[in-house]
């Protein structure tokens, strides 16, 4: 087996509105959720490393084999010809287990001979129909099968196989939390027990944070950030990460640091971290005006407006002296009453850009896809 080999995505494909293009490494026995909204590119990032997306450029490898189709030339031979050239080898195709959101089930087969269809282990089957609450269904056909069914159907077909590379494109998204917490662990113990690399596409950000040992954020075809589950939305490298992250309030702050230059950071705020209270070791209070009070369970979200030229109290980094107009959320206990003036406290905020790291950066990075992180 090839399951000690790291999967090497490094790709460039063409879409209708706009290029996908991304380099990401995923380990053996790492477990990487790509996280975005409908239309970043994750199924296609995902269909390159299956064999299905022709790349304008580059691929993906497995150690030395080559996993994605080969690269599209125009004017050159025809596909067909090309992959005996160069394409995807048969070890490189068996070595990748795929599941999509349709199952793609054989409608001529029960339900077991579809998870024994092919490569499929005979010692995992059984297993496998048991521990996914299939066995009671397992003579049935999959027109007598509801969507969840059918979906732990398709996983189970993908589980009992050898692979190298396991590929899910939101495998569980017709099933309930339970059946989808027994169906990840079955995942996160064959995957384990393969030692496979795992790539799993979700707009799920709880979904992404709780599989994955690492977080890919893609937006427009492009990975704007990759971190540990929590580190990725703590620390967003960039304004447009922070607002695929859900981030909905920035806070520019003036202020002049330890050599006095002028300065100013954006810092992406999540209203769980704001308080109205007293002032913090670490973080700012910034004055604004309440503009709106609405019920949210079993608080309140208010929305406060900051105007610009507002003094700011607190340190993180500098001297920090006054913010640019923004609406900031605050989430409390109780109803603040609109037009109210409020002291609200903001805890150490993850700063996302900064005027000075984009001006070092500029002879060496496109400001137009996102400003770039500060260190």
């Known amino acids: 087996m090839t399951g ?3 999967l090497e995505i490094d790709v460039t494909v063409p879409r209708r509105h706009f290029e996908v293009s991304a ?7 790492e477990r990487v959720a790509l996280f975005g909204p409908s239309g970043a590119g994750k199924t296609t990032l995902l269909e390159v490393v299956a064999g299905l997306a022709e790349p304008a450029r580059g691929g993906a490898h497995l150690g030395p084999l080559r996993l994605s189709l080969p690269e599209a030339q125009p004017g050159s031979r025809r596909l067909w010809s090309r992959l005996r050239a160069g394409g995807p080898t048969p070890g490189a195709i068996a070595a990748v287990s795929l599941v999509r959101q349709p199952p793609a089930l054989f409608p001529h087969l029960d339900v077991e001979q579809n998870v024994s269809y092919g490569a499929a282990l005979s010692s995992r089957v059984a297993a496998l129909l048991h521990d996914l609450g299939l066995m009671p269904h397992r003579r049935a056909r999959p027109r007598d099968l509801s969507g969840g069914q059918a979906q732990r159907v398709a996983l189970a077909r993908a589980l009992a196989r050898r692979f190298s590379v396991l590929l899910l494109d939101e495998p569980l998204s017709a099933l309930d939390a339970s059946a989808r917490a027994t169906c990840w662990a079955a995942i996160r113990a064959r995957a384990s027990e393969e030692g496979a690399a795992v790539l799993l596409v979700t707009h799920d950000l709880k979904e992404a944070q709780s599989f994955g ?11 704007l950030a990759v971190d540990g589950p929590s580190e990725v939305v703590a620390h967003p490298p960039s304004r447009r990460a922070a607002e695929v992250l859900g981030y909905r309030c920035f806070l520019s702050v003036v202020g002049s640091g330890h050599d006095r230059a002028a ?31 609405t019920p949210d369970r079993s608080s309140f979200e208010v929305t406060m407006t900051v105007q610009a030229g507002s003094p700011v109290l607190g340190t993180v980094g500098g001297e920090w002296t006054a913010a640019s107009t923004c609406d900031l959320s605050i989430l409390v206990d109780r109803p603040v009453t609109v037009g109210k003036e409020l002291l609200a406290t903001v805890l150490t905020p993850p700063v996302v850009a900064s005027e000075s790291a984009r001006q070092c950066a500029a002879g060496r990075q496109s400001s137009d896809r996102g400003e770039t992180a500060i260190r």
């Not at 380099?23 to 026995?29: D, F, K, P, T």
């Open 213 to 223: 040992d690492r977080v890919a954020v893609m937006d427009d075809g492009e990975i």
């Open 263 to 293: 300065t100013v950071l954006t810092a992406a705020v999540d209203p769980a971290r704001v308080r109205i209270g007293p002032f913090p070791a670490e973080g700012w209070v910034v004055s604004g005006i309440v503009t709106s009070s």
């Open 4 to 6: 000690t080999r790291a």
């Open 23 to 29: 380099r990401l490494r995923v380990e053996a026995g």
